[in-house]
Structures are given as C-alpha cells and as structure tokens.
C-alpha cells in the first residue's frame, strides 16, 4: 500500500507545473488588489463601497468573517492597507 502512495506522490510531483499571474495591468499590487483578485466574482461588491450590499456578502457564507486563510484578516495581518482595514470594520461589525 505505502508503495502505491509513493508511486502516486512520484507521479503527481512529475506533472508539468501551471503558471500563474495576476489578471492586472500593471505591475503594482497591493493588499487590496490581491483580496480583490482572490475572491473572483466578488470583486465588484467590494468595490461597489455600498456598505449594505458588502455587509450582504460577508453574512452570506461565514468563511467571510473566519480567521482563517483567505478571510479579510488573513489579507489584513500580511497587507496593513486602508482598503483592507475599512472593510475589515464592516465585519468585525457584524460580529459584535
């Protein structure tokens, strides 16, 4: 069994790798921008600034206001940035 495993890891190990990029124009990326490109369609709500509509979508899964990775606090911890602590009040907001 655990050769079966090791052959499989060998195998997966061995496919091509993908390349990956930013779907931006320019070269400058902050905090902002990365949460923005990571959450796809979710994007425009963000960047809507209707404060309804953003308080709608964080209440909608609660991943949105989880501590863990991929959550405005993860963003906010590696990207102190304006942006990123506005929105990061909008949530705590509907925590307390």
Do not use: T
Not at 9 to 29: A, P, T
Not at 40 to 65: C, M, P, T, Y
Request: hydrophobic content about 35%; proline content about 1%; charged content about 35%.
């Amino acid at each position: 069994m655990i050769c079966s495993w090791n052959e499989l890891f060998s195998e997966v190990m061995n496919l091509d790798k993908r390349e990956r990029g930013w779907d931006k124009d320019n070269d400058v990326y902050g905090g902002y921008e990365i949460f923005l490109e990571s959450i796809g369609k979710f994007a425009d709500v963000i960047e809507s600034e209707d404060h309804d509509e953003i308080r709608n979508l964080f209440k909608s899964n609660d991943q949105w206001l989880s501590k863990n990775k991929g959550s405005i606090y993860q963003y906010v911890d590696a990207f102190p940035d304006e942006k990123l602590s506005k929105l990061l009040s909008i949530a705590e907001s509907l925590i307390k």
